[in-house]
T-cell receptor, first 114, second 113 residues
Framework: DTEVTQTPKHLVMGMTNKKSLKCEQH?????MYWYKQKAKKPPELMFV???????INESVPSRFSPECPNSSLLNLHLHALQPEDSALYLC?????????????FGPGTRLTVL | AQSVSQHNHHVILSEAASLELGCNYS??????LFWYVQYPGQHLQLLLK????DPLVKGIKGFEAEFIKSKFSFNLRKPSVQWSDTAEYFC???????????WGAGTKLIIKP
């Protein structure tokens, strides 16, 4: 299994809603990532987990809250988002945190904030 | 600061034309180089990667790339493109001192049937 799966595929939420994005991989990878991708732009790194511990938080607003319940799962909890947070949210995983670690990407969740 | 430049933001070619997409990076040390592709509505996939050894690397779907250290470049090539190659192509590097991908801005490739 060389897949990273993400649910839901699409999400529409209001600015007062609370929702969660889910990511799963069964490749035995120990590093997992959240990225935000705006149209026609490269992915922007948000968070990195290594061995279920948060390694990097790229100055992301607190309305985004990551969680890594176990080595296969990664969640992103959303609360009080703004319309400018509308984007494609990508999850990725890699064997570990290393310069030669190929990252495998999921299909993303297309988020629209009204 | 480390950065990656992709020279062409949009490229339009006819089927069977040859392709070369430019990628340059700014970092004086050892780097690991990647080309990712994002087909319309699909997830980012790795096309090819270079870590060390033969500077000409072959990837999936007939793509290849050449690492030229003296020019800090890692250009992507394909001798004959197909309509199905229409996609966004991203060059990315990871310096040997790090593990985070540094992305180029991307090149949107459109192949006319």
């Amino acid at each position: 299994d060389t897949e990273v799966t993400q649910t839901p595929k699409h999400l529409v939420m209001g600015m007062t809603n609370k929702k969660s994005l889910k990511c799963e991989q069964h490749m035995g990878h120990r590093a997992m990532y959240w990225y935000k991708q705006k149209a026609k732009k490269p992915p922007e790194l948000m968070f990195v987990y290594s061995y279920e511990k948060l390694s990097i938080n790229e100055s992301v607003p607190s309305r985004f809250s990551p969680e890594c319940p176990n080595s296969s799962l990664l969640n992103l909890h959303l609360h009080a988002l703004q319309p400018e947070d509308s984007a494609l949210y990508l999850c990725a995983s890699s064997p570990g945190l290393a310069p030669r670690g190929e990252q495998f990407f999921g299909p993303g969740t297309r988020l629209t904030v009204l | 600061a480390q950065s990656v430049s992709q020279h062409n933001h949009h490229v339009i070619l006819s089927e069977a034309a040859s392709l070369e997409l430019g990628c340059n990076y700014s970092y004086g040390g050892t780097v690991n180089l990647f080309w990712y592709v994002q087909y319309p509505g699909q997830h980012l996939q790795l096309l090819l990667k270079y870590f060390s050894g033969d500077p000409l690397v072959k990837g999936i779907k007939g793509f290849e790339a050449e690492f030229i250290k003296s020019k800090f470049s890692f250009n992507l090539r394909k001798p004959s493109v197909q309509w199905s190659d229409t996609a966004e192509y991203f060059c990315a590097v990871i310096p040997d001192s790090n593990y985070q991908l540094i992305w180029g801005a991307g090149t949107k490739l459109i192949i006319k049937p």
